[in-house]
């Protein structure tokens, strides 16, 4: 079977066929970042990364291009809070942004363009848009015209004309009464007064959210891409303008398949700061979530459905990654006692196109995953299929850890042997490979020596009044990873208290 993915355009699963053979390139909405990611980041991009390495592991060759939004209101109210720069505040969360994927083990994009960083394609592309009639500006504003574009709303599939008339009742703010439609948006926004801005055609201002997407997509990878990502959230708005924007520049089509993952919800609820049930990826890990578990327990549902977030679920997970670390850990951690030739041992992280096994066994094994990951990135398929590729390997090592190798046959080890080399590939694809157990817990790490406490406090303050906030943020991961916890109050003073 090929592969076949659901495409949101269509809303069909489709047979996947690349604009050019053999090659795939593929647009990520990435973060907007003014703050740490969260799980709704984890969920996706951990389904995308797998997307990504099951596509190598098919032997396409993959462009993957994933963006940072560094303009955009909510940093510049972060940056007023804390009384730095815009720059400051996006590099630092771009820092931790790097630091939470590569913990999770997820693949680094091949090149990450940042908004700020492409504004000349920014104001070119609007004015393409203006120069074909979909644009029309005011007193410094640009605005992309709906009515201008036949196809508004084919994503969302949302009625243009039913949504306008539902919206002319509600529309009180003065940006809003200007437009000519309630759902023109913003290309280009004029400055408003003490706020950064960049010089553009149109006067003193910034891009507006969507033409950065549509600007970077044309910049990094062209007119019409093969795949766009995102959540379910960006279709519309976001996405649904990107199409817009983009045909009505070039007149192409955008990208041939849209993929959507599900949302996170926190025990039945949608996740949300105002529920308090907002959750970083940082805040799970640092509580001993393990990376692995992470990602394990995000592929146990089908990336296009809501993913419910409960402390059970994940403990149902640990149990069930403890269980498949033990068989892929085999390898590097018995292969002497079992006579397993070490030059064979595969590099864990490796990703590889899957090969063709002759044992019948493994292949069996092998295209009922292919099978299943064919089938829509079905990951909560494909993990059966390790679980139960990993079952004797489980036995084994339960076996060597208490009772040794005695009772064992050669050949049973041989057979073993194949199975451990396919899961280790197969586990690669979905992106999950062996931990080691932590050597020491965290209470064995705790410190009681004061003054040194005192001192990184000192330092750390220090390097907040020189704006180092990068620096400041890395002395409080240190200490919050020995068991300090910082608690900062007004007037720079900080507490701290050891759990």
């Known amino acids: 079977m090929p592969l076949k993915l659901t495409n949101t355009l269509t809303r069909q699963k489709e047979t996947f066929i690349p604009i050019n053979e053999g090659q795939v390139s593929i647009y990520c909405c990435g973060v907007t970042v003014y703050d740490l990611c969260h799980l709704g980041h984890a969920r996706s991009y ?51 942004f790097h630091k939470d994927m590569s913990a999770l083990g997820i693949l680094q ?92 055609p149109w006067g003193e201002g910034r891009p507006g959210w969507h033409i950065e997407c549509s600007a970077m997509v044309r910049e990094e990878l062209g007119d019409t891409i093969d795949i766009h990502l995102g959540g379910a959230d960006l279709i519309f708005p976001h996405h649904e303008n ?101 030059e064979r041992l595969l590099k864990q992280d490796a990703i590889n196109p899957l090969k063709s096994y002759s044992n019948e066994t493994t292949k069996k094994v092998s295209q009922q995953f292919i099978d299943l990951m064919n089938d829509d990135i079905n990951t909560s398929g494909a993990l059966a299929v390790l679980f139960e590729l990993a079952r004797p390997l489980r036995a084994l090592a339960n076996q060597l850890e208490h009772s040794g190798i005695e009772p064992l046959q050669k050949n049973n080890l041989e057979e073993l042997y194949s199975r451990w080399q396919l899961l280790v590939e197969l586990a690669a694809v979905l992106g999950l490979k062996a931990e080691e157990k932590q050597k020491r817990s965290l209470a064995d790490k705790k410190i009681n020596n004061h003054d040194t406490i005192e001192k990184a406090i000192e330092e750390r303050k220090m390097a907040k009044s020189n704006k180092d906030f990068v620096k400041a943020d890395q002395i409080r991961d240190e200490l919050r990873s020995l068991g300090i916890q910082l608690v900062d109050k007004p007037g720079g003073v900080t507490d701290w208290f050891q759990d």
């Open 46 to 96: 951990i389904v995308w990364d797998v997307l990504r390495r099951y596509l190598i592991c098919q032997g396409y060759k993959v462009n993957f291009v994933q963006n940072f939004t560094d303009i955009d209101d909510k940093i510049l109210n972060r940056a007023a809070r804390e009384g730095c720069s815009m720059e400051e505040i996006s590099e630092k969360n771009i820092i931790a």
């Open 109 to 200: 994009a091949d090149r990450m363009p940042r908004a700020t960083k492409c504004l000349d394609s920014i104001c070119a592309l609007i004015k393409q848009i203006e120069a074909n009639g979909s644009a029309y500006s005011i007193d410094g504003d640009v605005y992309f015209a709906v009515l201008k574009h036949k196809g508004y709303g084919k994503l969302s599939q949302r009625d243009l004309e039913e949504q306008h008339l539902n919206a002319e009742g509600r529309i009180t703010n003065a940006e809003e009464i200007r437009k000519k439609h309630a759902f023109d948006f913003a290309l280009w926004k004029k400055a408003k007064d003490g706020e950064p801005s960049f010089p553009s």
């Open 242 to 342: 990107e199409i817009a924007q983009s045909e009505a520049a070039t007149g192409k089509k955008l990208a041939k398949y849209w993929l959507h993952n599900g949302m996170v919800n926190v025990e039945g609820q949608k996740m949300s700061k105002s529920l308090g049930n907002f959750t970083t990826i940082r805040a799970l890990l640092e509580k001993g979530v393990s990376p692995m578990t992470l990602r394990l327990f995000v592929l146990q549902a089908h990336y296009r459905k809501p993913l419910d977030f409960t402390n059970e679920a994940l403990k149902s997970a640990s149990k069930g990654w403890k269980g498949l670390n033990a068989a892929l850990s085999l390898g590097k951690i018995h292969a002497d006692e079992i006579g397993w030739p070490k």
